[in-house]
């Protein structure tokens, strides 16, 4: 079993800064790719960025330019630095992992989510 556990949510001002991080663990045999997803009140679930295995990265075009994804692949730590962030950002962020466990099953791993708010 693969668990995900997000962390670094928090209260801050628009334009402030926010790193989130979000780390792996369980029965891992590889992960293939990572993202983060956000979910705001009312509205669907969205991605906001992703990583594959290889180091591409997508952005959602609503942050693109103000956040930066990263992995710390020996700890199988996902990070998510976010800059300048608005009021519209405000939602629990989700972490998102695939790949294939010890018994090599393949998976989908959420985690519970953490909540970020911008507001002054």
């Known amino acids: 079993q693969v668990q995900l556990v997000e962390s670094g949510g928090g209260l801050v001002q628009p334009g402030g800064s926010l790193t989130l991080y979000c780390e792996a663990s369980g029965s891992i045999f590889t992960i293939n790719g990572m993202g983060w997803y956000r979910q705001a009140p009312g509205k669907e679930r969205e991605l906001v960025a992703s990583l594959n295995s290889g180091g591409a990265t997508n952005y959602a075009d609503s942050v693109k330019g103000r956040c930066t994804i990263s992995r710390d692949n020996a700890m199988n730590i996902l990070y998510l630095q976010m800059n300048s962030l608005k009021p519209g950002d405000t939602a629990v962020y989700y972490c998102?992992?695939?790949?294939?466990?010890?018994?090599?099953?393949?998976?989908?791993?959420w985690g519970q989510g953490t909540q970020v708010t911008v507001s002054s």
């Open positions: 998102n992992a695939k790949g294939y466990s010890s018994d090599l099953r393949p998976f989908d791993a």
